[in-house]
């Protein structure tokens, strides 16, 4: 079908509506810059695969770690401070993660990786 069900005004909302505000979306990301670039890519992969409340299953956000961020979790799982973090999440109240959480996550590993020591490690000649 070309609509969907908008609940809220029970109206039924034409696709091409959602098409073109993606569009001018992705538009307006070839003027940012790659940082811009990085956090934006991470919200939409973060939107595209919450729930309908903007929040993430624990099992989503365990699965994106392993699709969309193996390379900075890879040879992690051995380390204590790897295993604490999933401990937290496995123990956050709830059983999701808005996109803070998500974002704290990410950092939380990105920090303590394999990856970005080696990146620290290359000396870049300016």
């Not at 039924?12 to 959602?18: C, K, S, Y």
């Not at 920090?111 to 490690?121: A, G, H, K, T």
Request: proline share 1%; hydrophobic share 35%; glycine share 4%.
């Amino acid at each position: 079908s070309l609509e969907r069900y908008n609940s809220r005004s029970g109206e039924g909302l034409f696709l091409t509506q959602d098409i073109s505000l993606h569009i001018s979306s992705l538009l307006a990301l070839r003027k940012c810059s790659d940082l811009e670039k990085a956090i934006a890519t991470t919200a939409l992969i973060f939107r595209n695969s919450s729930d309908s409340d903007g929040k993430l299953e624990k099992a989503t956000a365990k699965d994106l770690l392993q699709t969309q961020f193996g390379n900075f979790t890879e040879g992690q799982e051995t380390k204590p401070k790897y295993r604490e973090i999933l401990s937290e999440l496995d123990e956050h109240t709830e059983n999701k993660l808005d996109f803070e959480d998500f974002m704290i996550l990410l950092l939380s590993i990105t920090v303590m990786s394999d990856l970005l020591q080696n990146i620290w490690s290359v000396k870049i000649m300016k």
